[in-house]
């Protein structure tokens, strides 16, 4: 079965870091991205990467979060530093085959539904 578990959430004071961890099972995947959702917020793509090595970054995260990818222990990660208030989220992993973001406007976007998602993990920073 396949399944993401993402873990590394928590509460931290702006200016701190965190890495998330996204363990895949069942499956080595080619095109990963972490995602985040604040309450009353649209769910909007924070960081992907690709299977030639390719990572993007939305505008508000990029030089302050990094994506990587450890092959050996189908994991992947968002260091998150400098985190912000705004940062506040439920963040989740997503997976599949295929690739499934797109760039726009200073944007990552969902251009087709990844088969595999996480069940999120909350991160929390205070001011």
């Known amino acids: 079965q396949v399944q993401l578990v993402e873990s590394g959430g928590g509460s931290v004071q702006a200016g701190g870091s965190l890495r998330l961890s996204c363990a895949a099972s069942?499956?080595?995947?080619?095109?990963l991205a972490w995602f985040r959702q604040a309450p009353g917020k649209e769910r909007e793509g924070v960081a992907s990467l690709d299977s030639d090595g390719a990572t993007s970054y939305t505008d508000s995260v990029e030089g302050r979060f990094t994506i990587s990818k450890d092959n050996a222990k189908n994991t992947v990660y968002l260091q998150m530093n400098s985190l912000k208030p705004e940062d506040t989220a439920m963040y989740y992993c997503a997976a599949d085959p295929v690739p499934f973001m797109g760039w726009a406007h200073g944007e990552l976007i969902l251009v087709r539904a990844p088969n595999y998602w996480g069940q999120g993990t909350q991160v929390t920073v205070s001011s």
């Open positions: 069942g499956y080595i995947y080619s095109s």
